[in-house]
């Protein structure tokens, strides 16, 4: 009886749904094959270009650029992170100021100035000594590119790790206390695995931002990418299937970026399942006295 009783749900028809989803893909389709079969899109040069020696040199700066800047950015973001969140109001108050003044400044502007300081200081060193060198030795595009893109990189990533560590309950943080973990302790099973969980993702949307950013380098000649491709296509004005070259690599350095992060985020999110839950091996807290 409890069988033939039972009430089976049935989905409720959305004609407007397929409707609009066979609108845009008709919409899609025609939107690429107008662009495939343009006659001013030169596919034969694109073929040519896509794995020349000179936009492979100019993706590895791309590279170097963008795991070098995460690096440096990631390091000097936490170590802001840190002040911020101190007892020390002249520290908390100096990163606040590093945080507002270098995400207030367009990351164009920054390289600019960062490739123009020898208009500034025409000298760095000791004046008077030996251990004088021109500044525009020393700052070249690619050095300009590193200190523009690590210091933007540091203010954003800053508010990411000091967001994650805010998130951590501070009664969770407090009643572990209590129960006798020590701090090496509570760092690995409270406050890391869930200010982690907040941290990786907007720390990856951030590093695919830098990825896409290092073509601002272009600006300064900084022998990124983008800028091999502007040097080739001024020289035999195919301008269109050299950014076409340019943006097929930005596309795919995405998306392997974009699957690596998802990858880790559900490692992470795994990892925190199991770290919540009792072992075995690990000793018992000292009980809270007077419990």
Same mark, same amino acid.
């Given at each position: 009886?409890?069988?033939?009783?039972?009430?089976?749900?049935?989905?409720?028809?959305?004609p407007g749904?397929?409707?609009?989803?066979?609108?845009?893909?008709?919409?899609?389709?025609? =939107?690429a094959?107008t662009?495939?079969? !343009?006659?001013?899109?030169?596919?034969?040069?694109?073929?040519?270009y896509?794995?020349?020696?000179?936009?492979?040199?100019? =993706?590895?700066?791309? =590279?170097?650029?963008?795991?070098?800047?995460?690096?440096?950015?990631? /390091?000097?973001?936490?170590?802001?992170?840190?002040?911020?969140?101190?007892? !020390?109001?002249? /520290?908390?108050?100096?990163?606040? +100021?590093?945080?507002?003044?270098?995400? !207030?400044?367009?990351?164009?502007?920054?390289?600019?100035?960062?490739?123009?300081?020898?208009?500034?200081?025409?000298?760095?060193?000791?004046?008077?000594?030996?251990?004088?060198?021109?500044?525009?030795?020393?700052?070249?595009?690619?050095?300009?590119?590193?200190?523009?893109?690590?210091?933007?990189?540091?203010?954003?990533?800053?508010?990411?790790?000091?967001?994650?560590?805010?998130?951590?309950?501070?009664?969770?943080?407090e009643a572990?206390?209590a129960?006798?973990?020590n701090?090496?302790?509570? =760092?690995r099973?409270?406050?890391?695995?869930?200010?982690?969980?907040?941290?990786?993702p907007?720390?990856g949307?951030?590093?695919?931002?830098?990825?896409k950013?290092?073509?601002?380098?272009?600006? +300064?000649?900084?022998?990124?990418?983008?800028?091999?491709a502007?040097?080739?296509?001024s020289?035999?004005?195919?301008?269109?299937?050299?950014?076409i070259?340019?943006?097929?690599?930005?596309?795919?350095?995405?998306?392997?970026?974009?699957? /690596?992060?998802?990858?880790?985020?559900?490692?992470?999110?795994?990892?925190?399942?199991? !770290?919540?839950?009792?072992?075995?091996?690990?000793?018992?807290?000292?009980?809270?006295?007077?419990?």
């Open positions: 009886m409890a069988a033939q009783n039972e009430i089976r749900a049935k989905p409720v028809p959305r749904l397929w409707a609009l989803t066979v609108v845009a893909v008709l919409v899609a389709a025609f =939107l094959w662009f495939a079969s !343009s006659p001013n899109v030169h596919w034969d040069v694109i073929a040519n896509q794995f020349a020696d000179a936009i492979l040199q100019g =993706l590895l700066v791309t =590279l170097k650029l963008a795991v070098i800047c995460e690096i440096t950015g990631l /390091l000097l973001g936490i170590g802001l992170a840190v002040m911020r969140l101190s007892s !020390s109001r002249v /520290l908390s108050w100096l990163s606040g +100021i590093y945080v507002w003044v270098f995400r !207030s400044v367009p990351l164009l502007v920054q390289l600019v100035l960062w490739f123009n300081l020898g208009l500034l200081f025409p000298h760095i060193g000791i004046s008077g000594t030996s251990f004088v060198v021109e500044t525009n030795d020393i700052i070249t595009g690619f050095v300009a590119a590193i200190l523009g893109l690590t210091l933007h990189e540091a203010a954003y990533n800053a508010e990411i790790v000091r967001g994650g560590i805010a998130a951590v309950d501070r009664g969770q943080v572990a206390q129960l006798g973990m701090r090496a302790l509570l =760092l099973r409270v406050v890391l695995p869930q200010a982690l969980r907040v941290i990786v907007p720390a949307n951030q590093f695919i931002s830098l990825l950013n290092t073509s601002l380098v272009a600006f +300064i000649a900084g022998g990124d990418l983008l800028s091999t502007q040097n080739i296509y020289g035999n004005f195919e301008i269109i299937a050299l950014l070259v340019a943006s097929l690599w930005y596309l795919l350095l995405v998306s392997i970026t974009s699957f /690596l992060q998802g990858r880790l985020e559900r490692h992470i999110g795994r990892s925190s399942a199991h !770290s919540t839950k009792p072992r075995r091996d690990e000793p018992a807290p000292a009980a809270v006295a007077g419990a």
